[in-house]
């Protein structure tokens, strides 16, 4: 049987949600399909925590248009709250996937550069405010000292849409493996 899978999304972003539940790979769907009746917004993630997030082992998260950490706080409460239930915990914490959508990747993926530093070339990804909430760039460019960061030094995974549709189990294994990386020892719940 394959790993429980939480789906972070923006309700914009719901058919994507959708398209992932379709794929037909083997994982334990704990997405939360149907809005929790409720406007008190402490109900609604201790319902979420305790009914969809407790039990999971990899969060997805959808990196769409509508789901920067500039938009503000009000904006974005639930994917930051899913995110830090996700990241919550020592060994109990998720596997964290980013997924791209399409119309970010040219926002979010800018090529590669020459590095001031060792002179060596970099690619250039976008992971900040302007393109996701804060738990996930932080968990995703854990500061190191470093020049450039490499896949030893993040927590959180990223994929654009089009290479997770081809091989979702792989991307999903690969978050899952992060938990016991020594990288998950230095990530942050609330940066």
């Not at 334990?28 to 082992?57: C, F, G, H, Q, W």
């Not at 994929?159 to 230095?186: G, L, N, Q």
Request: with cysteine.
């Amino acid at each position: 049987m394959g790993h429980k899978v939480y789906i972070s999304f923006k309700t914009e972003d719901a058919g994507y949600k959708l398209e992932i539940q379709k794929l037909g790979f083997d994982f334990v769907d704990k997405s939360l399909n149907e809005p929790i009746d409720s406007v008190d917004e402490d109900y609604i993630m201790r319902r979420i925590r305790e009914e969809y997030l407790a039990d999971s082992t990899v969060t997805v998260h959808l990196i769409g248009q509508y789901g920067a950490e500039e938009r503000g706080e009000q904006e974005q409460r639930f994917i930051k709250r899913e995110l830090q239930a996700s990241l919550y915990g020592g060994s109990t914490k998720n596997g964290i996937l980013g997924i791209v959508l399409p119309e970010m990747v040219s926002t979010v993926y800018g090529g590669q550069y020459r590095c001031s530093t060792c002179t060596g070339r970099h690619n250039q990804v976008h992971i900040n405010d302007k393109t996701t909430v804060r738990e996930f760039s932080y968990n995703y460019y854990i500061p190191n000292g470093k020049c450039a960061h490499t896949a030893d030094d993040r927590y959180c995974m990223l994929v654009t849409w089009d290479d997770f549709v081809a091989d979702p189990t792989a991307h999903i294994e690969a978050a899952f493996a992060k938990r016991s990386h020594p990288i998950a020892a230095k990530t942050r719940v609330r940066p």
